[in-house]
């Protein structure tokens, strides 16, 4: 061969990985290094990082404390790894990233700027057929989607919007050289965990901002601030301490839910108790008793306290009632956690808009019509949240066995086993797909309790001599069964125009997507299922 000719590229593979954010890089150092698979991820931005890589927003921080928001399978990596604040920051997290994908050599196994848009199961053939928008094909005996549960933007169909005159953007699609509010009328729209951490930055950059608000939400202060050395020092000494207790609690944070309930207390020491939560911020405050998401007259307590604290932080009455008319149980949404939301709202140059009853009726040339009103407007942030955990994955086009789409199988929601595997669609494996606690849970614990159990599912598969995995109808029967009936013994449902739910975008099956029964107890039924021979599963040669 002549020396200019370039190697011919591999386009054959064990095992092709969807995504290089945490659960990506994850599962190709464990196939990879630890079963020698020849493994390529396919990674649609330029660098590592998945949700993260996108969601760069002003105020892009994570609500899980830095120390438990780290990978835990490596103590020689858990403490090496230095976070600098009580929450850790979008850069900061690249950071982390790129640091374990460099630590591990994770690189040079990742094609950057491929985006998949499709992957056909070769039945004859035994494998997955996987094509990038660039045209290429490539096969591999597993495929697996590591594309994260929040990464497809839902931008609002709102009439007009082409034609608006200003510069609009949605924060999971940030701009990665940034946007300059400087001397800007800014209107921001959706008021959920990202619209939380934006309003207080851009206010503090724009002319004006005005937040278009549908659904009032709670929220509780993070209190983020430097770490301390001697807290550095004390996560770096606990690593299988705080592993434990991670991989022991419902929701894979570093602390346990207290074992009392609302009523186990005087009114006197429950507000102790709140304000105690208070003070020391963040999910935490959902720990406080061990009933606030079972028992709604419970939960009511917890609420009008967070609603009295915003009477008790916004000056202006009319805007302090606005933003407390929360028509939900608390954390029956995903809980946001701010740094001076609800105090933002003092400053003259930020605007409140209700645009539950006043809906927007179309975006203009020059601003946001709504029923009442008119806004000028220079930017539109749309922080209105994604096409949660179905989205990501049925926008590939996924075809299983005689070309049955996805889309087809989940028309009316998603139907899996264990969240990991769907019938007739041999070895596809989705990590922390919906009917798994995912999003209900610190994502790097869930993340790594699946990629630890595909991993050892493949392994399985490959000492017996074994070739395909599948789980059965009935099976998938039972899950879904089970994952309604976890979710129905909470007040999560409650909460009807949730993102779990699908209900932010229309048309999508309502059905609550994630298992609500827990991590732990999930881990659990993980576990029995490999160690007694995949039951509801059918492996083949
Ligand atoms: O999205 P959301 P998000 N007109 O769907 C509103 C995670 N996260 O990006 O509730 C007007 O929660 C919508 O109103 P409504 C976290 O899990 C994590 O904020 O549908 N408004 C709502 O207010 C979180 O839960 C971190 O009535 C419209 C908002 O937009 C998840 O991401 C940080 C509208 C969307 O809220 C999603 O949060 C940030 C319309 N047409 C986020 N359409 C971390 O800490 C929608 N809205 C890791």
């Known amino acids: 061969m002549p020396d200019m000719m370039p190697a011919p590229a591999n386009r054959t593979f064990d095992a092709l990985i969807i995504g290089a954010g945490f659960s990506g890089l994850y599962q190709l150092l464990c196939l990879r290094d630890r079963l020698g698979l020849n493994v390529q991820v396919l990674e649609a931005g330029d660098g590592v990082g998945g949700t993260w890589y996108w969601n760069r927003y002003p105020g892009a921080r994570c609500d899980s404390e830095s120390h438990s928001y780290n990978y ?36 040079r196994d990742i094609r950057f700027g491929t985006r998949v848009v499709g992957a056909c199961y070769d039945d004859a053939a035994k494998s997955w057929e996987v094509t990038t928008e660039a045209g290429e094909t490539l096969t591999a005996q597993f495929l697996i989607t ?9 931008v609002p169909a709102i009439p007009g919007l082409p034609d608006f005159a200003g510069r609009w953007y949605h924060t999971g699609q940030w701009p990665h050289d940034g946007v300059d509010f400087k001397g800007k009328r800014v209107g921001l729209v959706g008021t959920g965990s990202t619209g939380i951490q934006a309003t207080p930055v851009i206010a503090e950059a724009a002319a004006h901002l005005t937040v278009f608000q549908r659904t009032p939400n709670y929220s509780v202060p993070a209190h983020n601030a430097p770490l301390t050395p001697e807290f550095k ?10 592993r434990g207790i991670m991989q022991g609690t419902p929701n894979g944070h570093p602390f ?29 405050f959902r720990a406080a008793f061990r009933d606030l998401l079972i028992d709604k007259e419970a939960n009511d307590t917890a609420a009008e306290f967070l609603k009295n604290k915003i009477r008790e932080i916004v000056k202006d009455p009319a805007t302090a009632e606005l933003l407390a008319d929360i028509d939900h149980p608390y954390a029956a949404k995903r809980p946001p956690i701010d740094s001076d939301y609800f105090a933002t709202f003092n400053r003259p140059n930020v605007t409140l808009v209700d645009v539950r009853r006043a809906p927007i009726e179309r975006i203009t040339p020059s601003g946001i019509r709504t ?13 209105t949240g994604f096409d949660a955990m179905t989205g990501p994955l049925l926008r590939m086009n996924i075809k299983g066995r005689d070309g049955r789409a996805l889309a087809e199988a989940w028309e009316a929601g998603p139907r899996n086993y264990l969240g990991l595997q769907v019938a007739g669609f041999p070895n596809l494996f ?46 998938m029967d039972d899950w ?37 029964g827990g991590m732990a107890r999930y881990r659990s039924i993980c576990d029995e299922v490999a160690a007694t021979g995949y039951p509801g599963f059918v492996r083949s040669a």
């Open 430 to 475: 989705t990590i922390t797909g919906p009917g798994s606690p995912s999003v209900l849970c610190n994502m790097p614990v869930a993340i790594e309790q699946h990629v630890e159990w595909i991993t050892d599912c493949i392994a399985h598969l490959r000492a017996e001599g074994l070739a395909r995995i599948e789980p059965t109808e009935a099976a």
């Open 146 to 154: 590591a594309v994260g549960c929040l990464s497809t933007a839902n």
């Open 233 to 242: 020092q004390w996560v770096k000494s606990n690593h299988a301490k705080l």
């Open 371 to 383: 029923g009442k009103a008119e806004y000028p407007l220079d930017i539109i942030v749309f922080a």
């Open 480 to 516: 879904v069964t089970q994952v309604n009936d976890a979710a129905r013994s909470t007040l999560l449902p409650q909460a009807h125009h949730s993102w779990y739910l699908g209900a932010n975008v229309p048309g999508k099956p309502r059905v609550f997507m994630p298992y609500a």
């Open 72 to 107: 835990t399978f490596s103590k020689e990596l858990f403490e090496e790894w230095e976070w600098s604040e009580r929450y850790p920051e979008q850069p900061e997290i690249m950071r982390y990233l790129n640091h374990v994908a460099d630590r591990f050599d994770l690189k």
């Open 256 to 284: 346990v839910i207290e074992d009392r309930s609302v009523w186990d207390v005087t009114a006197e020491q429950r507000q102790a108790i709140y304000e105690a939560a208070w003070a020391k911020g963040g999910l935490q």
